[in-house]
């Protein structure tokens, strides 16, 4: 699918490790973990046995979550690192994958706009947040966290672990922090740091970065953005397609987060966090008896919360952005076409008879629900749509949200709001094959909300 031969290179992945190998002179591993063939065969086929348990993400009929399997070029690099295990903490884990490790922070940062910065790969978004909350409590350890409704639910959860308080601002009817809501909360001067989003992991609404960063220094307060999923839309913000401001205003902001893991081909366990200040590396030193030959210049172990972490994780970002580098013509032609396809879908659920949009999309989330009178009656249609697709013979995966009532019915105020709130429909077009079959899921999904379950 991609033009690479996968078993050759995974085999080249074998010979290179034991090129390298081979130059330290043979020995004879241990018995104790030596095995047979046939056994390992058997074993292995049970695997692939329990693996056939799985929604088919490569697959153009999944369109539920925000995952699809890695690009080649990073499992054959994540593959061929792997094999030497290096771990990131520190230099001496493996000094060559820590040096790619920095060039690929050099390429995000690039990405993002930022003159200085000071960053590393993390295992997730979540853990990228949390040192950004991390660092915002040690700047401003009296004062509290702002994020909006919309945002990932981790800002609440971590503002618990890091003992800062939090507050949620209202969203707006298209899903964006309200900037008034903000300012009234800024005022207060309470608010040392703003969390704002780049691509909701909901609704992909991105925040008006630039209007909460102007409010906020108004105010003093730090921001921080969570561009988890949507950071890699930044090559598509001179495009004419969205507002570029928000995307402009991150190289002013003080730290941001993005998921090579989501939209940037790779396989789970790669987050990034950057700090424009590089200075704010003082707030992570720490000694650990472990590391001995630590360098004088700051190593990534020393500038992160967590320890162990893959070096085979730098590697396979490395190979990739070398092939489809984090630029409009590399990475940016992969997003396109997701973007353009939630757009052109859009405009099939409006003029649909069974499914309605909930809202427009911004970049590549769209968000739907079968046409209904009332909210109890959507929620109920929507869980059926959500089964119903998944099962018989030409099957498509959508995922759930579930809204509250008067976000609902800011949007659709003529919907009869007798619960509470209801799943609606939710589909993430993170792959760009998706657009090719648009007109078959756009039907299919239509035949499921009219009831009509099998064909
Ligand atoms: C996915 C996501 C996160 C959490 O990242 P993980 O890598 O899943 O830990 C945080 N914020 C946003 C906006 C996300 O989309």
């Given at each position: 699918?991609?033009?690479?031969?996968?078993?050759?290179?995974?085999?080249?992945?074998?010979?290179?490790?034991?090129?390298?190998?081979?130059?330290?002179?043979?020995?004879?591993?241990?018995?104790?973990?030596?095995?047979?063939?046939?056994?390992?065969?058997?074993?292995?086929?049970?695997?692939?046995?329990?693996?056939?348990?799985?929604?088919?993400?490569?697959?153009?009929?999944?369109?539920?979550?925000?995952?699809?399997?890695?690009?080649?070029?990073?499992?054959?690099?994540?593959?061929?690192?792997?094999?030497?295990?290096?771990?990131?903490?520190?230099?001496?884990?493996?000094?060559?994958?820590?040096?790619?490790?920095?060039?690929?922070?050099?390429?995000?940062?690039?990405?993002?706009?930022?003159?200085?910065?000071?960053?590393?790969?993390?295992?997730?978004?979540?853990?990228?947040?949390?040192?950004?909350?991390?660092?915002?409590?040690?700047?401003?350890?009296?004062?509290?966290?702002?994020?909006?409704?919309?945002?990932?639910?981790?800002?609440?959860?971590?503002?618990?672990?890091?003992?800062?308080?939090?507050?949620a601002v209202r969203a707006d009817a298209r899903g964006r922090m309200d900037m008034e809501a903000l300012e009234s909360l800024l005022r207060t001067g309470r608010v040392g740091t703003v969390v704002v989003t780049a691509g909701t992991t909901g609704t992909g609404a991105v925040?008006?970065?630039?209007?909460?960063?102007?409010?906020?220094?108004?105010?003093?307060?730090?921001?921080?953005?969570?561009?988890?999923?949507?950071?890699?839309?930044?090559?598509?913000?001179?495009?004419?397609?969205?507002?570029?401001?928000?995307?402009?205003?991150?190289?002013?902001?003080?730290?941001?987060?993005?998921?090579?893991?989501?939209h940037g081909l790779q396989p789970y366990g790669c987050g990034a966090v950057l700090f424009a200040d590089p200075a704010v590396a003082r707030h992570f030193l720490h000694d650990s008896p472990y590391t001995y030959f630590t360098p004088s210049d700051l190593h990534l172990g020393?500038?992160?919360?967590?320890?162990?972490?893959?070096?085979?994780?730098?590697?396979?970002?490395?190979?990739?952005?070398?092939?489809?580098?984090?630029?409009?013509?590399?990475?940016?032609?992969?997003?396109?076409?997701?973007?353009?396809?939630?757009?052109?879908?859009?405009?099939?659920?409006?003029?649909?008879?069974?499914?309605?949009?909930?809202?427009?999309?911004?970049?590549?989330?769209?968000?739907?629900?079968?046409?209904?009178?009332?909210?109890?009656?959507?929620?109920?249609?929507?869980?059926?749509?959500?089964?119903?697709?998944?099962?018989?013979?030409?099957?498509?995966?959508?995922?759930?949200?579930?809204?509250?009532?008067?976000?609902?019915?800011?949007?659709?105020?003529?919907?009869?709001?007798?619960?509470?709130?209801?799943?609606?429909?939710?589909?993430?077009?993170?792959?760009?094959?998706?657009?090719?079959?648009?007109?078959?899921?756009?039907?299919?999904?239509?035949?499921?909300?009219?009831?009509?379950?099998?064909?």
């Amino acid at each position: 699918m991609t033009g690479l031969d996968l078993r050759r290179w995974l085999g080249c992945a074998v010979d290179t490790v034991e090129a390298w190998e081979a130059e330290f002179g043979p020995f004879a591993a241990h018995p104790s973990h030596q095995l047979g063939e046939a056994e390992f065969g058997a074993a292995f086929a049970d695997l692939g046995k329990r693996l056939r348990d799985n929604y088919p993400f490569f697959h153009p009929r999944y369109i539920g979550q925000m995952v699809k399997p890695p690009h080649p070029a990073a499992v054959v690099g994540y593959v061929t690192a792997m094999q030497l295990n290096p771990n990131n903490h520190a230099r001496e884990g493996g000094p060559a994958t820590a040096d790619l490790e920095r060039e690929v922070m050099e390429a995000l940062a690039a990405m993002f706009g930022l003159e200085r910065h000071l960053g590393h790969l993390t295992t997730s978004g979540t853990m990228g947040n949390l040192e950004a909350l991390f660092v915002a409590r040690e700047i401003h350890p009296d004062r509290d966290i702002a994020y909006s409704a919309d945002s990932h639910f981790t800002h609440a959860r971590m503002c618990h672990v890091l003992g800062v308080r939090g507050h949620a601002v209202r969203a707006d009817a298209r899903g964006r922090m309200d900037m008034e809501a903000l300012e009234s909360l800024l005022r207060t001067g309470r608010v040392g740091t703003v969390v704002v989003t780049a691509g909701t992991t909901g609704t992909g609404a991105v925040d008006p970065v630039h209007e909460a960063l102007a409010l906020a220094r108004r105010y003093g307060a730090r921001v921080h953005v969570d561009a988890a999923y949507g950071g890699f839309h930044v090559l598509l913000a001179e495009e004419g397609l969205f507002d570029p401001r928000p995307w402009r205003a991150i190289a002013a902001c003080d730290s941001v987060v993005v998921d090579p893991h989501k939209h940037g081909l790779q396989p789970y366990g790669c987050g990034a966090v950057l700090f424009a200040d590089p200075a704010v590396a003082r707030h992570f030193l720490h000694d650990s008896p472990y590391t001995y030959f630590t360098p004088s210049d700051l190593h990534l172990g020393e500038i992160s919360l967590e320890c162990s972490r893959a070096g085979a994780a730098a590697a396979a970002l490395w190979l990739t952005l070398r092939l489809l580098p984090a630029t409009r013509e590399g990475l940016g032609r992969v997003l396109l076409p997701g973007v353009l396809a939630a757009r052109e879908w859009a405009g099939m659920l409006e003029a649909s008879p069974y499914l309605s949009l909930y809202q427009p999309p911004e970049l590549d989330i769209v968000t739907y629900f079968p046409t209904e009178a009332t909210l109890g009656g959507v929620d109920a249609a929507s869980a059926r749509v959500l089964t119903d697709g998944m099962a018989g013979p030409d099957p498509v995966y959508v995922s759930a949200l579930r809204v509250e009532a008067p976000a609902f019915t800011a949007r659709h105020p003529a919907l009869a709001a007798d619960a509470p709130g209801a799943r609606i429909l939710r589909s993430v077009l993170i792959k760009p094959e998706t657009g090719d079959h648009l007109w078959h899921l756009h039907h299919r999904l239509e035949e499921l909300a009219a009831g009509r379950t099998s064909r």
